[in-house]
Nanobody
């Protein structure tokens, strides 16, 4: 199986934190950039964060200062640490392996009081 598998979603109150995990597979994980996208209710899928194979990161303006992306090549894992969450962050979050264009099934994050 080469499709990434996300986990860690759930319901959290505004101002809270969550950490999403993405378990990837395949030979080329360590060479591939990895990304997180999200799709809110009635919205288009949007870019959230990326991390290159050299560890360089890029974050969407909307999550700068609140989200952090990291990776563990030995474990073939990518993480999205989210803090100071707001209802606007409610979405299905998807992990994307650029090399091979593999998408996960997504994990739901709901921010609600």
């Amino acid at each position: 199986q080469v499709q990434p598998v996300e986990s860690g979603g759930g319901v959290v109150q505004p101002g809270g934190s969550l950490r999403l995990s993405c378990e990837a597979s395949g030979t080329f994980f360590s060479a591939s950039a990895m990304e997180w996208y999200r799709q809110g209710p009635g919205q288009k899928r949007e870019f959230v964060a990326s991390i290159a194979n050299n560890g360089r990161t890029n974050l969407a303006d909307s999550v700068q200062g609140r989200f952090t992306i990291s990776r563990d090549n030995a474990k073939k894992m990518v993480y999205l640490q989210m803090s100071t969450l707001s209802p606007d962050d409610t979405a299905v979050y998807y992990c994307h392996q650029v090399w091979g264009n593999y998408w996960g099934q997504g994990t739901q994050v709901t921010v609600s009081s």
